[in-house]
């Protein structure tokens, strides 16, 4: 049966309307792995050594297992935004001879061998055998330790698994899960309550009582149970439906009329993203990602390099950009011949979505202002590379889109529907990023700040200017793919 | 109104469509029967320039519907559900299909007004997303649509089908008064020979891509081409005639 299912999804990978652009970009993800998994077997390697010889007085094996629970947050929201967690189309599946819990087994199992499992190996493994041959724990203790690490990240596979369903499912559902976060994290932080102390020492009883492993291994296998009975719940084709009993919401957008001719597209295009799950969830990611520059600008040691707050500005005011403009037209997917064949003319059409795109940065550009706190430098980098996003980030990310064939199911349940949620969405938003932090760090290099703000401010302004006629290079563009457009978004499935 | 010539569509080179030369009069009412794969979708799908031809050009008012986009103001048409914005409820896409075709709310509203028992209280005012309603209630809705703002040209493609009997027959009224005035130019294609023949003047039928028939519909056509279609199954096929 399993060989059935991967029979299955081979096929619709070598058979799917993107199949070039699929490969193109496991390629690029096959070269990543490769990097991260020599990187790891490196720090793997050197880990024992290192620690010895930077804390000679204390145990390496120790030391390590203090981190453990950090590793573990990180890798969880780690793999949180980057995991795609293996799809499988059910509807098909549904009235054949298949056994349910088999399908929710497929999907479950072929997630133990994602690649984010493997990678801690390249740590584990190094480490656990320098330290059964260098200290003095005994040979089994130290399988024990590694069977237990291996049955931790498993453990992060399958939790993974449930919040991010919980988390399509319900935004709200995890809010408290992160407030108990914080409240760890303060606490740690003023060494009131160090959790990961008592982790570590967690561990270093269980290196000792090596038949403790069994916690662990119970724990993957009761995460296991929790997955496949909340998954087999759902195997149905009305799980979805259970929802849908709500009235519908006709809010209907009346400011949007400011905008003539656009304005019925513009409410279009409101009511797509806020009655369906897919779209809607980007606009929560865009506001959540508002916190990025709290991981940048407290820091001291990124004032040296400002280059880089290019790339902070660029990601944050340029968020919602890069997660609804990228699938620009395939929102529009599941009715894009009436679309096409409608009084509609195409110029408008994508008009309105540069418009709603815009629109977008202004806002999140706005909300970035209280960044001034941490100097008006950042500031300024915010609101120039706003006006980057709009004036060339914008036509290209639409003309990028003219590209698109493939559709994206917005009836779908979120249920095990995590199209395009991967690695691969972010590695297609790396060159929108990387061109205004080399066209700042050029002009900075060799001239100086206040350059380099012009200079990036002059690449939109520029853009804008040329904005009627790089749109009508697009329209152009979309006309001559549309045959195409129609014909991909009509095939269903990943 | 609608001029094809020599338009043929090949997938992987079988010709799929093939038609010398189709002449609909403005204000005609068109029907085309044909088994499955006989090229009706087709023909409309080509006709609203959602597929290209392999050759030839079809005219929409004397405009080239794949080169210019000036047919779509005056054209309006149902193919199948992706012709319908799940997310909206009926109300919201007659609003929005009105806006596009330059009728205001309370134009809408008057002309929706119309088909109040064709809808049978099952659309209307029932907060109910149109990816929520049942597949007939979904075509009422895109058939109603297809007619918002009086166009000139009006493609229907199995507008019978998936319809609960009363439906049809209110259908066939609403199709019958749409062409009374021979100002509206109807295309529908249809399985049902009968409902064909009772709201069709001109009966065109297809197989296997070919013109085999051109009927102008009297008291002998439904006869006719139901002598015709069940002859087909054991005869010689027309290409190889």
């Not at chain 1, 619709?12 to 490769?34: E, Q, T, Y």
């Not at chain 1, 815009?358 to 909300?367: D, N, R």
């Not at chain 1, 979309?478 to 045959?483: D, F, G, L, P, Q």
Request: charged share 20%; hydrophobic share 50%; with cysteine.
């Amino acid at each position: 049966m399993f060989k059935r299912f991967l029979w299955l999804e081979w096929k619709s990978f070598f058979r799917s309307a993107s199949v070039g652009k699929n490969i193109g970009l496991k390629v690029l993800l096959i070269f990543l792995a490769l990097y991260f998994s020599v990187a790891f077997l490196v720090l793997g390697i050197g880990l024992y050594p290192l620690l010895r010889e930077t804390f000679p007085d204390k145990d390496p094996l120790q030391m390590v297992n203090r981190l453990v629970l950090l590793w573990v947050v990180f890798d969880l929201g780690f793999r949180f935004m980057m995991q795609s967690l293996p799809v499988l189309d059910i509807k098909p599946l549904l009235n054949l001879p298949i056994a349910r819990r088999k399908a929710v087994n497929f999907v479950l199992i072929k997630s133990m061998y994602s690649f984010f499992n493997f990678l801690p190996l390249f740590i584990i493994i190094p480490f656990g055998i320098f330290c059964i041959y260098k200290a003095d724990y005994g040979t089994w203790n130290l399988i024990a330790w590694m069977m237990t690490m291996i049955a931790i990240t498993q453990c992060v596979n399958f939790l993974n698994f449930i919040i991010k369903k919980k988390f399509t499912d319900n935004l709200k559902a995890l809010i408290p899960a992160i407030l108990i976060l914080i409240v760890f994290a303060v606490l740690e932080y003023f060494e009131i309550f160090e959790a990961s102390l008592w982790f570590g020492k967690m561990m270093n009883f269980l290196v000792i009582n090596p038949y403790l492993t069994i916690v662990p291994l119970i724990l993957v296998f009761a995460l296991y149970k929790w997955n496949q009975l909340n998954l087999t719940s759902k195997f149905y084709l009305d799980a979805g439906l259970k929802e849908k009993q709500k009235d519908a919401n006709t809010h209907d957008f009346v400011w949007t009329k400011k905008f003539g001719t656009l304005a019925p597209f513009l409410q279009q295009d409101l009511k797509l993203i806020w009655r369906n799950k897919r779209p809607k969830t980007t606009i929560y990611m865009s506001l959540i990602l508002l916190g990025y520059g709290m991981f940048f600008y407290p820091n001291d040691a990124y004032q040296e390099f400002e280059a880089f707050y290019v790339f902070v500005g660029i990601f944050m005011t340029g968020i919602f950009m890069i997660n609804f403009g990228q699938f620009v037209p395939s929102w529009d997917a599941s009715y894009y011949p009436m679309i096409m064949s409608q009084n509609i003319p195409m110029k408008d059409y994508l008009a309105s979505k540069a418009l709603l795109i815009s629109i977008s940065v202004v806002i999140l550009a706005i909300l970035t202002t209280p960044y001034i706190y941490f100097g008006w430098n950042i500031l300024l980098i915010n609101m120039v590379a706003a006006l980057y996003n709009i004036g060339v980030n914008v036509p290209i990310l639409l003309y990028a889109g003219s590209f698109n064939k493939k559709k994206i199911d917005l009836d779908k349940s979120p249920f095990m529907n995590y199209q395009g949620t991967g690695a691969t969405q972010w590695l297609v938003s790396i060159p929108l990023m990387v061109v205004p932090v080399f066209i700042f760090w050029l002009f900075d290099f060799f001239i100086g700040f206040e350059a380099a703000i012009i200079g990036l401010a002059a690449f939109g302004v520029i853009g804008l200017l040329f904005r009627a006629n790089l749109m009508d290079y697009i329209v152009g563009a979309y006309r001559k793919r549309k045959h195409a457009m129609i014909n991909g978004f009509k095939q269903t499935g990943e | 109104m609608i001029t094809a010539t020599n338009l043929s569509k090949i997938y992987g080179g079988t010709k799929v469509l093939n038609i010398d030369h189709l002449d609909i009069p403005a204000g005609q009412s068109f029907g085309l029967v044909g088994n499955n794969g006989a090229g009706k979708t087709t023909f409309f799908s080509l006709l609203l320039d959602l597929i290209q031809p392999s050759s030839g050009n079809i005219f929409n008012n004397e405009i080239t519907v794949s080169e210019s986009e000036e047919w779509k103001p005056f054209t309006a048409s149902f193919i199948d559900e992706s012709f319908l914005i799940g997310y909206l409820t009926p109300e919201e896409y007659f609003y929005f299909v009105g806006e596009l075709r330059g009728a205001n709310k309370a134009d809408i509203d008057n002309f929706l007004s119309n088909f109040e028992d064709f809808f049978h209280g099952e659309i209307l005012g029932r907060r109910k997303y149109l990816r929520d309603l049942s597949k007939g209630n979904q075509k009422k809705v895109g058939i109603i649509a297809a007619l918002i703002g009086n166009p000139k040209v009006v493609i229907l493609d199995e507008p019978f089908a998936n319809l609960d009997p009363t439906t049809q027959i209110r259908l066939k009224k609403i199709i019958k008064e749409l062409t009374e005035n021979k100002e509206t130019t109807v295309l529908i294609s249809s399985h049902d020979l009968i409902h064909v023949t009772e709201v069709c003047e001109r009966i065109v039928v297809l197989d296997k891509g070919e013109l085999v028939k051109d009927i102008n519909t009297s008291e002998a056509t439904l006869n006719e081409l139901e002598n015709y279609f069940s002859r087909e199954v054991g005869a010689t096929h027309p290409e190889e005639l």
